[in-house]
Nanobody, 116 residues
Framework: QVQLVESGGGLAQPGGSLRLSCAAS????????MGWYRQAPGKQRELVAA???????NYADSAKGRFTVSRDNAKNTVYLQMNSLKPEDSAVYYC??????????WGQGTQVTVSS
């Protein structure tokens, strides 16, 4: 069973930065696509950024140019560097590990609040 543990969330000022980390257990990490999603109150969960096993990346339009997703397969960890944060980035951020529809795992989420 895969476990994903997010960390790095918290309070940031507008224009500030945060770095989220997601540590994964198990043997599937290096061959899985890792994604960061977020869900704000009253809204649907949405993809923020994803990185494939070959390190190809994909970003939501709202994240392009501000956020960077990366992975360290030696540490079974995926990161989301968030710069130039805006209040509308406030949400619970979730880590996802996807290998196939039967091997699709979620973390418990970490709160990001952007406020002055």
């Amino acid at each position: 069973q895969v476990q994903l543990v997010e960390s790095g969330g918290g309070l940031a000022q507008p224009g500030g930065s945060l770095r989220l980390s997601c540590a994964a257990s198990g043997r599937l990490f290096s061959i899985s696509t890792m994604g960061w999603y977020r869900q704000a109150p009253g809204k649907q969960r949405e993809l923020v950024a994803a990185i494939t096993s070959r390190s190809s990346t994909n970003y939501a339009d709202s994240a392009k140019g501000r956020f960077t997703v990366s992975r360290d397969n030696a540490k079974n960890t995926v990161y989301l560097q968030m710069n130039s944060l805006k209040p509308e980035d406030s949400a619970v951020y979730y880590c996802n590990q996807y290998y196939n529809h039967n091997l699709d795992y979620w973390g418990q989420g970490t709160q990001v609040t952007v406020s002055s």
